[in-house]
């Protein structure tokens, strides 16, 4: 039996400092596929956010003061979905993080199929705000989301959570060289907002065609990052592997 490939943590994110890396190159399309998911839960869904949670909460309060005819039941759905999803993910990293490629490919594949069960939904029925139909893809967006998200954060790659920017936009003003500081991670952290906005653009003109277009897109992305990264890593680790045998057998 082979001996399953495990990973440095240490090593992947101080290597996913660099934009070349495959790993950052894999979370900077699954950050752009996050603007796709909210330009749908937002615009076609009715005011809710499926991946960024603090904008739901927000938005949830809002709706429970009676402010803008803003929605209540949505968001509720949305937060108990992606936390949901989010202890599917905690699952999948206690039994799976120290695999890393088994790990991340894992999360996608989960991620990947949920969005594709709502853009099929969407493709078959037509979806009206504040129905059942729409409850059920946010449900559906909020728990992939979820699961990515518990993901990401066991993975740990500062800057590169995917799916909110605060951190990564304090980070570029806060060590820009304007403050003294060194500007290291100025370019990984400026594509990483420009990926989600360029996401964003993105979902908002497809839903113009339809709500599944950009739903099947997010989810083909999310394949095409598992079918590219997942080897990537593999082949990665053997090689480290094999590097590390023959300098111990030297």
């Known amino acids: 039996m082979n001996k399953p490939q495990t990973y440095d943590l240490d090593v992947l994110r101080q290597g996913a400092r660099s934009v ?23 615009l076609g869904l009715g ?14 309060g809002f709706g429970l003061a009676g402010s803008g005819g803003l929605p209540v039941l949505a968001p509720i759905i949305s937060l108990v979905a992606f936390l949901a999803g989010a202890v599917v993910g905690g699952i999948l990293a206690k039994r799976l993080l ?3 490629p088994e790990h991340l490919g894992a999360a996608i594949a989960v991620e990947a199929s949920l969005l594709s069960i709502a853009g099929i939904i969407a493709a078959a029925i037509a979806i009206h705000e504040r129905a059942f139909s729409s409850y059920v893809l946010i449900a559906l967006l909020a728990l992939a989301m979820g699961v990515r998200n518990a993901t990401i954060r066991r ?6 959570t995917t799916t909110v920017l ?7 003003g806060a060590d820009s060289p304007l403050t003294g500081g060194t500007g290291r991670g100025l370019t990984r952290r400026a594509v990483t907002v420009v990926a989600m906005l360029v996401g ?18 997010a989810a083909g992305l999310g394949l095409v990052t598992w079918l590219v990264y997942v080897p990537a890593a593999r082949r990665e680790i053997s090689s480290r592997q094999a590097a590390d045998h023959t300098t111990g057998t030297r």
Do not use: C, Q, W
């Not at 605060?166 to 570029?172: R, S």
């Not at 964003?200 to 897109?217: D, E, Q, R």
């Open 20 to 42: 070349h890396h495959p790993l950052t190159r894999a979370l900077l399309a699954l950050t752009f596929t996050t603007g796709l998911v909210d330009a749908v839960s937002y």
């Open 47 to 60: 005011r809710v956010f499926t991946a960024n949670m603090t904008g739901n909460v927000v938005l949830l």
């Open 98 to 100: 120290e695999r890393h």
């Open 155 to 160: 993975i740990g790659v500062p800057d590169l």
């Open 166 to 172: 605060t951190g990564t936009l304090t980070a570029l």
């Open 200 to 217: 964003a653009i993105a979902g908002a003109l497809l839903l113009k065609t339809s709500l599944a277009v950009p739903l099947l897109l």
